[in-house]
């Protein structure tokens, strides 16, 4: 059974950090493309940081570049997002995704619940 687990979200003041943290079960983790995205209310799904399979290579949009820091511990099946100088834009509910092209335009997407990021005073 396919499981992605995100935790760390909650309420923090503009410029503050928080650290989210993906666990992952059910799937081979290591061959697997991880992403964040965030969707804010009445807005669409946007992917916010991603990570390859092995870790060497690292995208952000341009909107959290220099704040947010994605890695990966395949031997821990987790994906973190380390998000510093939060901004009240930044408030939104973030995802953790794992995809895997698997080649004929076919293609494997797992998401988690999501968890809760507000940034406030």
């Known amino acids: 059974q396919v499981q992605l687990v995100e935790s760390g979200g909650g309420l923090v003041q503009p410029g503050g950090s928080l650290r989210l943290s993906c666990a992952a079960s059910g799937f081979t983790f290591s061959a697997y493309v991880m992403n964040w995205y965030r969707q804010a209310p009445g807005k669409g799904r946007e992917l916010v940081a991603s990570?390859?399979?092995?870790?060497?290579?690292?995208k952000y949009a341009d909107s959290v570049k220099g704040r947010f820091t994605i890695s990966r511990d395949n031997a821990k099946n987790t994906v973190i997002l380390q998000m510093n100088s939060l901004k009240p834009e930044d408030t939104a509910v973030y995802y953790c995704n794992a995809q895997r092209d698997l080649g004929w335009g076919r293609q494997n997407n797992y998401w988690g619940q999501g968890t809760q990021v507000t940034v406030s005073s």
């Open positions: 990570i390859s399979s092995d870790g060497g290579t690292t």
